[in-house]
């Protein structure tokens, strides 16, 4: 539930954030909508949200405004998901996370005839567009420097690529 981007497959859409559906068959320019959905639902998690509860991104901000006393809108919450998303993977990546974990089971690469109608995603494609628009580094999988330093996480950067 880190990202349920089926969800997005089957029609969710928060177009305030840039989360909108598109064709769940291609395997390319999903990168944008799946970080974006597991930085929406990094903030659901954060705030101890059910991700079966969908309030519109609007209402959501009220909500999180008025809990926190920070007046901010969608964008500005789903920002504060991309920050604990990164954190997170610095945090995994300091215990031995990388590129070589991001893999799905085996079961998910064998063509079905219902459903897919026989295709399998490219993950290679895949991983490689969601690395690039997380602006994950590719050898390592680990944020980049840059990343963390634009999310206020100079911290972070600097002991991560210590």
Known sequence: MQGDMYAVDM?????EV???PGDRLKSRGKAPVVARIQDWRSLYGSIIMCNFVNPTAPV?????SAATGQEADAVAWCRTGERIF?????????LGVRRGND????ALFIPKRDGTRGKVPDMDRMLKEYYACRQWDW?????????LNSLGLADIAEELWA
Request: aromatic letters at 2%.
């Open 139 to 147: 050898q390592t999988g680990k944020p980049k420097r840059e990343k």
């Open 11 to 15: 029609g969710l859409s928060i177009p």
């Open 18 to 20: 840039g989360i909108v």
């Open 103 to 106: 893999r799905l089971p085996r």
């Open 60 to 64: 959501l901000a009220q909500l999180l």
């Open 86 to 94: 990164n954190l997170k993977r610095a945090f995994n990546n300091r």
